[in-house]
């Protein structure tokens, strides 16, 4: 059977009509239409949906960003030119199989026994033989033995010139043409589907039923009706986020200019959430322990909800989505890292905010998250563990086993190591502009053998974290390097430390020099705390930079390395008589001179330098935390479901019919001669030519008519 890509012919209207209804109910419209999708969706697929502009700015940049948006690329099944061509697509397939459904029906009915004898000597598979018996007897055993193998079979007794000739007319595979059928009206199941479960009739609502969408904030109950969806909404896809020991009943559909409210009939209580992890770090299961509780009837029913193992309720699927915080309570404590900061302690809750003020200066820090695991690996790091591997050692098994097995598995080493619980907030300034900051609550060992507080700070959401690191003292906390901050701001304990480092250093009977060496610890220390003006007068940088500055105003470029080595080991001196200082006046024991205290005073004097350059005046530790969890569930109404998976079950039978359900029909016409006996005429034609035709055609003829491939 050949199917014409040409539309129906429509005989009367105008010649537009002809034409549009041609083109709609060709096949080369539906395949264009196909097409279009498929290229589409993979735009979808490779594009991520719904996010917020900012993030399609940073990776698009301004122009191309407008331009994807106003093609609606960042909401590809929802745009209203994807759902059009859907529909089209609907249309045009249904028009095809409409008009081709009934022509494969009465080719599946007809027999085609009135092939002409002459037409039986064209076929590529034919074969002739003399039989014994008459043509009516031997149209009889043929009939019989066809229909035996599964055959149909119809007989045909027709008049000749020789006498009463019989034609014998049989077909099987005639499933192939249901084949064709159920793959076009698959495609039109699935894309009916699909229109019923995106957002048509949410969209219809809008268009028709005075809904809009919501872009303002506060409480979700104060939001008015015209921005809700009735809990008859007919399909709906929406999530919803549930606090531990909370319950929620409206889900937030999100729409590319704002969201929309869908009420459910329903309330969902999280009573208890639950998340395992993998030693990565990577959530390995989280489930949600639930209470459903119906608005109608007050019936409570306790369910547990899973990544692929969904909960329904009134015919709303309840699907578990991801996970987030609930609302942890947090205390954090103040690290003052100018002299005019002070230290205090705050309390907070994530996705709240708290005003600060100092003065004139006007700051507001807003919670953003906390993460009380976090998995890094080290396995890079100085000092951390190595392969003694030796290189001129060959090793298949170990090669093949590092590359094999498990999908996890990669040649690079790796040592992971939980570092505790960390912070990310955010400080706002009066103007609205806000820097993102994430510290970690416990000090880390980097792999150098000197636990430090890591500090991060970014500017945007599209950089990655830079983070300064703090040195712990021998008690693991901050107070050791605070302690040598707030000495550096003071000029007469840097006067004092400098006294102590010029006597330690220098034979006290060697005025002259010890005055020099004062001299220049002095300025060195100046320098450092940024009290002291550097390259350009009036310019105070402060740290590593306001040396490198000087010497590069004051020193010949031909001296500065040497000079530059004098001048840090000199402040290394004065800053670790000024850190014994700064401990004699607390009372504590001094630092030993030892490794660990020049490991250190050496990250000491590299967090002292970055302080100068971080973009606040104070960060912020994590002290206590109370967790709590939410579970962000999708809600989904879902009609379109049951058409989808009932397309899918016919594509993959249609598709399978077609590819291996072969067409054969067979003619053999049975003609008398003279003496008594007929002449057989056998033709056999198939829908594609395959060896196993040939090998089937060879077994029929020598089994109806007698004839062996060797006497053909």
Not at 310 to 325: K, L, N
């Amino acid at each position: 059977m050949s199917v014409s890509t040409h539309g129906l012919r429509v005989r009367s209207g105008s010649h537009a009509w002809r034409a549009t209804v041609e083109l709609l109910s060709s096949m080369r419209f539906a395949i264009s239409l196909l097409t279009v999708i498929c290229i589409a969706s993979i735009i979808g697929t490779v594009l991520v949906q719904q996010q917020p502009l900012a993030n399609y700015v940073n990776q698009f940049g301004p122009f191309w960003a407008e331009v994807f948006g106003a093609a609606r690329l960042y909401a590809v099944y929802s745009a209203w030119w994807f759902l059009l061509i859907l529909a089209f697509l609907v249309i045009s397939t249904s028009l095809c199989v409409t008009r081709n459904t009934p022509r494969i029906l009465s080719e599946m009915r007809a027999y085609r026994e009135n092939i002409r004898e002459q037409s039986l000597q064209a076929f590529g598979q034919k074969a002739r033989a003399d039989l014994a018996g008459t043509p009516e007897a031997e149209a009889q055993r043929i009939g019989q033995m066809l229909a035996g193998g599964g055959w149909k079979v119809k007989l045909q007794q027709r008049g000749t010139a020789e006498g009463t000739g019989w034609m014998v007319a049989a077909k099987a595979g005639a499933g192939n043409k249901i084949g064709y059928i159920a793959a076009h009206g698959a495609i039109v199941l699935i894309c009916l589907g699909g229109l019923l479960d995106g957002d048509m009739i949410v969209r219809a609502q809008m268009w028709l039923g005075g809904k809009s969408v919501y872009t303002g904030g506060g409480m979700i109950a104060d939001v008015s009706p015209e921005h809700r969806l009735s809990e008859r909404n007919p399909t709906f896809r929406g999530n919803i986020l549930v606090a531990e020991g909370t319950q929620s009943s409206t889900a937030i559909l999100n729409q590319s200019d704002g969201i929309l409210l869908q009420d459910l009939p329903f309330a969902i209580e999280l009573k208890k959430f639950i998340v395992e992890y993998y030693s990565t770090g990577m959530p390995k299961l989280f489930a949600s322990e639930i209470v459903i509780h119906d608005k109608a009837t007050g019936e409570k029913k306790e369910a547990r909800v899973e990544v692929n193992h969904p909960a329904s309720f009134r015919g709303i699927e309840i699907y578990q989505s991801s996970f987030d915080d609930g609302g942890s309570s947090v205390k954090l404590k103040s690290i003052p890292l100018t002299a005019q900061a002070k230290p205090f302690e705050i309390d907070g809750v994530i996705g709240g905010s708290s005003d600060l003020t100092n003065g004139s200066d006007k700051l507001t820090l807003e919670y953003t998250a906390l993460r009380v695991i976090n998995v890094e690996n080290f396995a890079g790091t100085p000092g951390a563990s190595q392969s003694g591997t030796d290189v001129r050692k060959v090793d298949l098994r170990a090669s093949l086993d590092a590359r094999l097995g498990a999908a996890n598995k990669t040649v690079t080493q790796k040592e992971l190591r939980n570092v505790g619980p960390s912070i990310t907030y955010k400080l706002r300034d009066a103007a609205g502009q806000a820097r993102e900051f994430h510290n970690y609550m416990l000090p880390v060992d980097t792999g150098d053998g000197i636990p430090v507080f890591l500090l991060g700070m970014r500017e945007t959401p599209a950089d990655q974290f830079r983070y300064m690191r703090i040195p712990a003292d021998e008690q693991g906390e901050l107070d050791g390097f605070l302690r040598l901050r707030a000495a550096l701001d003071d000029p007469a304990m840097r006067n004092e430390a400098v006294r102590r480092y010029a006597s330690h250093a220098v034979d006290p009977t060697r005025t002259g020099l010890a005055d020099q060496l004062s001299q220049s610890a002095g300025r060195a220390l100046a320098l450092f705390a940024g009290s002291e003006t550097g390259k350009s007068p009036g310019a105070r940088t402060g740290g590593l930079q306001a040396i490198a500055d000087f010497m590069e105003a004051n020193v010949p470029e031909a001296e500065r390395a040497r000079a530059g080595d004098v001048l840090i080991r000199i402040l290394n001196g004065a800053l670790f008589e000024l850190a014994q200082l700064s401990r004699e006046k607390a009372g504590l024991k001094p630092l030993p001179t030892d490794e660990k205290t020049r490991g250190f005073m050496t990250q000491a004097v590299l967090a002292l330098s970055d302080v100068h350059v971080y973009p606040a005046p104070m960060a912020f530790r994590l002290q206590e935390f109370t967790q709590l969890q939410a579970s962000v569930f999708q809600v989904a109404r879902a009609p379109g479901r049951n058409v989808v998976y009932l397309g899918c079950l016919l594509l993959i039978l249609g598709v399978f019919a077609m590819l291996y359900i072969r067409e054969r029909r067979l003619w053999v016409w049975l003609a008398p001669v003279d003496g008594g006996g007929s002449q057989a005429t056998m033709a056999m034609s198939a829908n594609r030519k395959t060896m196993d035709g040939d090998r089937e055609f060879a077994r029929l003829k020598e089994k109806l008519i007698g004839l062996k491939d060797a006497q053909a």
